[in-house]
C-alpha cells in the first residue's frame, strides 16, 4: 500500500539508519522553505522531523497515488505551525512536487502556513491549538463505527496540551475504547513564549494520559529505533487508546537553534542557513 514497504522487510537497525538519513533531507528541506518564505516555525518542526519522518517513510499505510483511500491510517498534525516538516514529508513521498515547497506561506500556494485540505495528503485543517485530538477522536470512531482497519496518528505539541480541550477529547477517547487512535506528543519543554513547565506546568504527561484511561509510553523522540519500536505495540494496544510522549529537543539539528525558544517563529538569515546546512549533513566548515 505505500511506497515505504521496503524498508519494512529490513531490519529494524537498517530501517532505522534509512530513516535517519530520510531525516536529515527533512530537516534540510525544512529549513530551506523557510528561508525563502521569509516566515515560518522551524523550532517544533525540527523537533518532530524524525517522528513525522518515520511515519510517511515506514510507519503509515498510506499512498500518494490515491489520497483518499478509505482504508489509509490517518495522520494530523495538531501542531498545526510546525506544518514545514509535514509538507517536506508528503513532497518527499509523491503527494505533489517538490517545486511547491518553495511556495510556503505564499498567496495562492497549497502550502499555507497552517495545514489546510487544498494540500494534497492533508485530511483537516489544523493550527488553532488543542483541536487535533478531538479531529482525531472523531476520525477513529468512524473507524469503528464502520469496521475499518485503519490507525489514526494526532502529533499534539506540549505546549499546546495546554489547552483544556486536549483532555476532554481524552476522556471521552477512553470512554469510547477507540484503540485505533495513537497521540503522540512531542515534548520539547519549549513553547512560544519560553519553558512549558514556567508557563503552564503539565507534569508528568504520561502519567496524566495513563490516569485519563490510556495507555502510555515514553520514548527518546530522535532515537529511529526506539519510535519504530514503540508504535508497533500501540498498534497492537486494545480497547483503549495510546499516547506517545517522545521527549525530543527543539530546533533538533541545529546548533544554534537546540534548546532555544527564541526560534519557536524565526527564519533564518543567508549566513544562519549555510550553517544550518553544513551541521545537518555533517560537514566541514
Given at each position: 500500500?505505500?511506497?515505504?514497504?521496503?524498508?519494512?522487510?529490513?531490519?529494524?537497525?537498517?530501517?532505522?539508519?534509512?530513516l535517519?538519513?530520510?531525516?536529515?533531507?527533512?530537516?534540510?528541506?525544512?529549513?530551506?522553505?523557510?528561508?525563502?518564505?521569509?516566515?515560518g516555525?522551524p523550532?517544533?518542526?525540527l523537533?518532530?522531523?524524525?517522528?513525522?519522518?518515520?511515519?510517511?517513510?515506514?510507519?503509515?499505510?498510506?499512498?500518494?497515488?490515491?489520497?483518499?483511500?478509505?482504508?489509509?491510517?490517518?495522520?494530523?498534525?495538531?501542531?498545526?505551525h510546525?506544518?514545514?516538516?509535514l509538507?517536506?514529508?508528503?513532497?518527499?513521498?509523491?503527494?505533489?512536487g517538490?517545486?511547491?515547497l518553495?511556495?510556503?506561506?505564499?498567496?495562492?500556494?497549497?502550502?499555507?502556513?497552517?495545514?489546510?485540505p487544498?494540500?494534497?495528503?492533508?485530511?483537516?485543517?489544523?493550527g488553532?491549538?488543542?483541536?487535533?485530538?478531538?479531529?482525531g477522536?472523531?476520525?477513529?470512531?468512524?473507524?469503528?463505527?464502520?469496521?475499518?482497519d485503519?490507525?489514526?496518528?494526532?502529533?499534539?505539541?506540549?505546549?499546546?496540551?495546554?489547552?483544556?480541550?486536549v483532555?476532554?477529547?481524552a476522556?471521552?477517547?477512553a470512554?469510547y475504547?477507540?484503540?485505533r487512535?495513537?497521540?503522540?506528543v512531542?515534548?520539547?519543554r519549549?513553547?512560544?513564549?519560553?519553558?512549558?513547565?514556567?508557563?503552564?506546568?503539565m507534569?508528568?504527561?504520561?502519567?496524566?494520559?495513563?490516569?485519563?484511561?490510556?495507555?502510555?509510553?515514553?520514548?527518546?523522540?530522535?532515537?529511529?529505533?526506539?519510535?519504530?519500536?514503540?508504535?508497533?505495540?500501540?498498534?497492537?494496544?486494545r480497547?483503549?487508546?495510546?499516547?506517545?510522549?517522545?521527549?525530543?529537543?527543539?530546533g533538533?539539528?541545529?546548533?544554534?537553534?537546540?534548546?532555544?525558544?527564541?526560534?519557536?517563529?524565526?527564519?533564518?538569515?543567508?549566513?544562519?542557513?549555510?550553517?544550518?546546512?553544513?551541521?545537518?549533513?555533517?560537514?566541514?566548515?
Amino acid at each position: 500500500m505505500t511506497a515505504a514497504d521496503a524498508p519494512r522487510r529490513r531490519t529494524l537497525d537498517e530501517r532505522a539508519a534509512f530513516l535517519a538519513e530520510k531525516a536529515r533531507e527533512v530537516r534540510s528541506r525544512v529549513i530551506d522553505m523557510i528561508y525563502k518564505a521569509k516566515s515560518g516555525h522551524p523550532g517544533g518542526a525540527l523537533s518532530a522531523a524524525d517522528i513525522v519522518t518515520a511515519l510517511y517513510f515506514d510507519i503509515l499505510r498510506v499512498d500518494p497515488a490515491d489520497p483518499r483511500r478509505p482504508d489509509r491510517d490517518r495522520f494530523l498534525l495538531s501542531k498545526g505551525h510546525a506544518c514545514p516538516v509535514l509538507y517536506a514529508c508528503l513532497a518527499m513521498r509523491g503527494y505533489f512536487g517538490l517545486e511547491h515547497l518553495d511556495t510556503l506561506r505564499q498567496f495562492g500556494s497549497i502550502l499555507q502556513g497552517h495545514p489546510i485540505p487544498k494540500t494534497p495528503g492533508i485530511d483537516m485543517t489544523t493550527g488553532s491549538l488543542g483541536h487535533g485530538l478531538s479531529i482525531g477522536l472523531g476520525m477513529a470512531l468512524e473507524g469503528q463505527l464502520r469496521k475499518r482497519d485503519y490507525h489514526v496518528f494526532v502529533l499534539l505539541g506540549d505546549g499546546e496540551i495546554n489547552e483544556g480541550l486536549v483532555w476532554e477529547a481524552a476522556m471521552a477517547a477512553a470512554k469510547y475504547k477507540t484503540d485505533r487512535l495513537i497521540a503522540i506528543v512531542d515534548r520539547n519543554r519549549l513553547q512560544m513564549d519560553g519553558c512549558c513547565d514556567e508557563v503552564m506546568p503539565m507534569g508528568d504527561i504520561a502519567a496524566k494520559f495513563k490516569a485519563f484511561g490510556w495507555k502510555t509510553f515514553e520514548i527518546d523522540g530522535h532515537d529511529m529505533a526506539q519510535i519504530l519500536r514503540t508504535v508497533e505495540k500501540a498498534r497492537r494496544v486494545r480497547g483503549r487508546p495510546t499516547c506517545i510522549v517522545a521527549n525530543t529537543v527543539k530546533g533538533k539539528g541545529v546548533s544554534y537553534m537546540e534548546d532555544r525558544f527564541e526560534w519557536h517563529g524565526k527564519c533564518p538569515n543567508a549566513d544562519e542557513l549555510a550553517c544550518a546546512m553544513k551541521e545537518i549533513w555533517g560537514e566541514d566548515s
